[in-house]
């Protein structure tokens, strides 16, 4: 008898002891799955977040509004007060271009839309003898990267969901770069360096905030839908 009692508790226990397993293992799978739900709410809410930041930045500075120099100094405050950009690059975009110190230079054209800006400017280079029928490289690559740059400050949204938008931004900002630090443009006046160092930092803010356009149509429709 003593035996046989011995054998149930034991049989019991071992019954027992699976139970217990098997209630840890459920409960594991249990946290691991609640702790998954809540790095996916994690990533989703910083997924969010920075949808949010992004359409709050559009509606205050691209709503299709002109975009004038002055706004550019409010952009970068923008862009960083989000945590959208390191505070290097902040520093780097606050750079001044080089000769311009007083600030009765930038004064007088910080209202002035960038966009007209960029007409006035290529206007003022057709007016150059040989360069509206010019094939040099050069002059191209520039004429280009002056038409991108108007239609990017004429509307940026529309421009995002072309699928070169990433490659194009890049070469124009870059172009127009080269031009403003090329020693032909070294006797460009003040006012003119001032705001096409504006366009350049605010076309360099367009590149850092927005996302790598990829091959597949399905990730970039998730990016229109998560980050636009």
């Given amino acids: 008898m003593l035996t046989n009692l011995n054998m149930y508790n034991s049989i019991l226990g071992n019954q027992s002891s699976g139970v217990t397993a098997s209630a840890t293992v459920t409960k594991t799978e249990e946290a691991k799955a609640t702790e998954k739900g809540e790095l996916q709410k994690t990533d989703n809410l910083s997924l969010s977040t920075r949808a949010q930041k992004l359409s709050a930045i559009t509606s205050e500075f691209f709503d299709g509004k002109p975009f004038a120099s002055i706004d550019t100094t409010k952009l970068i405050d923008r862009v960083y007060e989000y945590g959208l950009i390191s505070q290097k690059e902040y520093a780097t975009l606050n750079d001044k271009p080089q000769g311009v110190e007083d600030a009765a230079v930038i004064e007088p054209t910080s209202t002035q839309s960038l966009s007209e800006f960029l007409d006035r400017f290529d206007e003022r280079l057709n007016n150059v003898d040989g360069y509206q029928d010019s094939k040099d490289s050069t002059v191209v690559e520039l004429k280009q990267a002056l038409a991108h740059a108007g239609t990017l400050f004429d509307d940026i949204e529309r421009a995002k969901k072309e699928p070169d938008f990433k490659s194009k931004l890049t070469s124009t900002?870059?172009?127009?770069?080269?031009?403003?630090?090329?020693?032909?443009?070294?006797d460009m006046p003040l006012d003119d360096k001032v705001d096409m160092s504006n366009v350049i930092k605010t076309l360099d803010i367009m590149d850092k905030i927005s996302i790598k356009r990829l091959d597949n149509p399905m990730v970039n429709k998730y990016i229109n839908i998560a980050n636009y």
């Fill in 173 to 186: 900002k870059d172009t127009l770069t080269q031009l403003l630090n090329g020693e032909e443009f070294q």
